[in-house]
């Protein structure tokens, strides 16, 4: 399967979209809010550009990207208020893969534009916006144009699910789960360690040439604790949908031969390892490296499990309806969600989220 081809949030604004099941990722870009906006105000004080280029690097379909574009448009124009600077033009680049839905991006800024000059004399700051398709996997932009880049809940996907996860007749060797778990043999935690080592080397080296000297990043990635790769966090979500996936082959609604070849392209790194791939890659300093945890707290009406299984659902559907069909879709997610609320009855899952911010070496 060609993930840059195929994966996408699912677009629109429809029941499914994910731009209305996206709430929990915002929960968790906003806990680290602080951080984001300390890292772009210090950027902006030692660096003082009169054009600030910035970019979000996975922005999707919905309102997420803009908001937070949003709140580092008005910390750069306070910060430039007390230092008594002009405040500076801001060039934004909003990118993904190809098949994102940017038509709804696009269909969105005529009011975030009128939001950032509502009651204001002076028409607001000069804001340039521009949709930017390619996998951040590579170079994006020119030679040190960026001043800043932002990722929030992207860096956890790969670019490709590992090759080594097949034998020679192409065959999975991880049989029975969609990702690591406790019956995987040790080759399958290997792979996908392999494909984040390339990847995450490939991602800062690119950023690299396209920042400039001192430029920095905030990266927003799902991770686990310690060496296991089995825990109840993230890799547990995987398990659960496994399970739902392993109920409709019992009954008759999945191939059991589909669900054997059907592997994600996700990995959830450790703090170690993000820090050893930060050092062996040589292009940048860690500032700051923290964890947090999310999960639990939803809007009043909607369990735990439903507001999971929407929002895999609104982030999965393309790659998971490409291999099955989307016949599924509906009892899948339907089973996804009561597993997830069962599980949260008898002991709380603890997803864990990192921060990374990181500056380039000058």
Request: glycine share 8%; proline share 4%.
């Amino acid at each position: 399967m060609d993930v840059e081809k195929v994966f996408r949030m699912t677009g629109g604004a429809g029941d499914t979209s994910y731009a209305r099941n996206s709430s929990l990722q915002k929960k968790g870009s906003d806990r680290a809010k602080h951080i984001t906006l300390e890292a772009i105000e210090e950027l902006y004080l030692k660096t003082g550009p009169r054009s600030i280029g910035i970019a979000d690097l996975g922005c999707s379909s919905g309102g997420n990207s803009l908001s937070m574009i949003r709140e580092m448009v008005a910390a750069i124009e306070e910060t430039s208020h007390k230092v008594l600077k002009p405040v500076p033009e801001f060039r934004v680049y909003l990118n993904d893969l190809p098949a994102n839905d940017f038509n709804a991006i696009f269909k969105a800024l005529p009011e975030f534009y009128r939001e950032l000059r509502q009651g204001r004399d002076d028409g607001g700051p000069a804001i340039y916006i521009a949709g930017y398709p390619g996998s951040f996997y590579g170079r994006l932009f020119p030679a040190q144009c960026m001043h800043f880049i932002y990722s929030s809940y992207s860096l956890h996907w790969l670019s490709k699910v590992p090759q080594a996860l097949y034998d020679e007749q192409r065959r999975s060797i991880n049989k029975g789960s969609i990702y690591i778990s406790e019956s995987s043999p040790p080759q399958v935690s290997e792979a996908y360690f392999r494909q984040f080592q390339d990847d995450f080397s490939l991602f800062l080296r690119s950023r690299a040439g396209e920042l400039v000297a001192g430029g920095r990043m905030v990266l927003i990635l799902l991770g686990r604790m310690g060496e296991s790769h089995v825990d109840r966090g993230n890799c547990f979500f995987w398990k659960l949908l496994t399970r739902a996936f392993t109920i409709l082959v019992s009954q008759g609604e999945v191939e059991k031969e589909k669900l054997d070849s059907y592997d994600v392209h996700f990995y959830a790194p450790s703090k170690e390892e993000v820090e050893h791939e930060v050092r062996r890659e040589g292009s940048f300093e860690i500032d700051r490296l923290e964890m947090f945890e999310t999960g639990g707290e939803v809007e009043s009406g909607t369990s735990y499990g439903v507001a999971v299984a929407r929002a895999v659902r609104a982030i999965q559907e393309s790659m998971i309806s490409h291999h099955f069909g989307q016949g599924i879709l509906d009892s899948l997610f339907e089973q996804y969600g009561r597993l997830v609320d069962e599980e949260m009855g008898i002991e709380k899952i603890r997803p864990k989220t990192f921060v990374v911010v990181l500056s380039k070496r000058r």
